[in-house]
């Protein structure tokens, strides 16, 4: 969708008060679980130009109840600051997906720290993809009273049945949202088979915490940098044997969801480092294998136990599979957002 502005409207009856809703994420436009009050409006309001952004954003302010912001910290700092300067005029504010990260140490990660709490302690609803909220709490003051845990879905789930889903022989891992590949490089040492990590260029993982550059694979380690393509990335994960995600003991969000939903989604046997997206979430030993981070000897462990043991990892993957196919596709994931948004705001 282009920056206009398209308006959803229900049926209401003229006793109902009409709730003027905008939002940048177009999935949840058309969803039945809205109300007959709600008047649904997209703009893609978060524009290259952070000026435009702003006047964009006072626009939206001045003309809405609530806005529900996807992914963008930007956009939500502005409609807290015109919450906070013109007090006559309150608009709700939901945050969806994100990216947290920790302020950083020092004068300057404690001043960034001081700026975020004062922004977020005026969001009225946090929806993450973690079932926890503790370090929200510390870092960003996101009550438990703002805070709402929605499972994630299966990226693709619609177009899963076409997938070429093979064991390719090989250990898949990837993506550049706070990864941790340095203990996956030393874990690969002693295990038997050949791994993939396919992950963007540095310039754009360093962005998402994740450093690639100085890192020495082993002999059976390939790098491949990726180019985003959704097809290409979603065969690369169809063809593996085997699973694994080694996030960074420093990730404070969800990182790590998508791809264990995907890969579980294809019936995939799993192996991830303890992290804020599996607490609460998945059970060790169940959908798939936790170990504890920066920990290559326990890492290397559990590959070569999974690779080992036919029998283990048909089993895990068969559990994985069951627990993302009950959280379905696009669809579904809609379904649960705009249910909490409408019984929460």
């Known amino acids: 969708m282009d920056g206009s502005v398209i308006t959803i409207k229900k049926e209401a009856s003229s006793s109902d008060k009409v709730r ?9 436009l058309n969803n039945s679980e809205w109300g007959a009050d709600c008047v649904l409006k997209y703009s893609s309001f978060v524009r290259r130009n952070k000026v435009l952004t702003i006047f964009e954003c006072l626009n939206i302010w001045r003309n809405t109840d609530c806005v529900v912001v996807y992914q963008s910290g930007f956009a939500v700092f502005l409609f807290c600051l015109l919450n906070f300067i013109f007090r006559f005029r309150q608009v709700n504010i939901c945050s969806i997906d994100f990216q947290f990260s920790r302020p950083g140490n020092g004068f300057r990660g404690k001043l960034r720290g001081w700026g975020w709490k004062f922004i977020w302690r005026r969001v009225d609803l946090v929806i993450c993809h973690m079932h926890y909220n503790e370090d929200l709490n510390t870092y960003f003051g996101v009550t438990e009273s703002r805070f709402a845990y929605v499972p994630y879905k299966i990226n693709g789930f619609e177009a899963i049945d076409e997938l070429d889903i093979e064991d390719g022989g090989y250990i898949f891992s990837g993506g550049y949202s706070w990864r941790d590949y340095k203990t996956f490089s030393e874990a ?12 963007p260029k540095q310039d754009m993982a360093r962005v998402h915490g994740t450093n690639i550059s100085e890192i020495k694979l082993p002999d059976n380690v390939k790098l491949i940098e ?3 393509d959704i097809s290409s990335w979603r065969n690369f994960i169809a063809k593996s044997r085997l699973v694994v995600i080694p996030v960074s003991k420093n990730a404070l969000c969800s990182n790590g969801v998508s791809v264990y939903m995907s890969a579980m989604g294809m019936g995939k046997c799993v192996v991830i480092t303890d992290c804020p997206a599996v607490r609460g979430v998945l059970r060790n030993g169940e959908e798939c294998i936790i170990v504890p981070p920066e920990d290559p000897v326990a890492l290397r462990g559990a590959i070569n136990r999974v690779l080992s043991d036919h029998s283990l990892r048909k089993g895990l993957a068969k559990n994985g599979k069951a627990f993302a196919w009950k959280q379905g596709g696009l669809d579904s994931f809609c379904d649960r957002i705009v ?3 409408t019984s929460r705001i």
Request: glycine content about 4%.
């Open 339 to 341: 249910s909490v948004i």
């Open 188 to 199: 690969m040492h002693g295990v038997d088979c050949d791994a993939l990590i396919i992950c």
């Open 20 to 28: 003027n809703i905008m939002t940048n994420y177009s999935p949840i």
């Open 226 to 228: 990726h180019d985003c």
